[in-house]
């Protein structure tokens, strides 16, 4: 069983940064995918920007050459490193993660569909006021 807890939100002004963390337990050898997904009032949960075992990194559009996911070295702290924050990028923030063992297929898997993910943490709200 997975276990992801994310922190760093908070209320910010137009502009400034802000850096989630999402602290991962429970792990075992696995490849994985991990990310981070956004959801405000009224709107579909989206993704924002993904990583996995093999190196793949991808983002939204909305947030290329703002955002930046990283994870540390030793595998369990997933970051994300949010610049030049704007007024529509305030949501509840969601760490995700998907785990599958060595040899499983990840062939037709969308990094940017929610449904996809298996694990989730309970979110960490930003609010960027203009």
């Known amino acids: 069983q997975v276990h992801l807890a994310e922190s760093g939100g908070g209320s910010v002004q137009a502009g400034e940064s802000l850096r989630l963390s999402c602290v991962a337990d429970?792990?075992?050898?696995?490849?994985?995918?991990m990310g981070w997904f956004r959801q405000a009032p009224g709107k579909e949960r989206e993704g924002v920007a993904t990583?996995?075992?093999?190196?793949?990194?991808k983002y939204a559009d909305s947030v290329k050459g703002r955002f930046t996911v990283s994870l540390d070295n030793a595998g369990n702290t997933l970051y994300l490193q949010m610049n030049s924050l704007k007024p529509e990028d305030s949501a509840m923030y969601f760490c995700?993660?998907?785990?599958?063992?060595?040899?499983?297929?990840?062939?037709?898997?969308?990094?940017?569909?929610?449904?996809?993910?298996?694990?989730w943490g309970k979110g960490t709200q930003v609010t960027v006021s203009s």
């Open positions: 429970g792990y075992t050898t696995s490849t994985y995918c």
């Open positions: 995700a993660a998907e785990v599958r063992p060595y040899g499983a297929t990840w062939f037709g898997f969308d990094p940017f569909r929610s449904a996809e993910f298996g694990y």
């Open positions: 990583l996995d075992s093999e190196g793949s990194i």
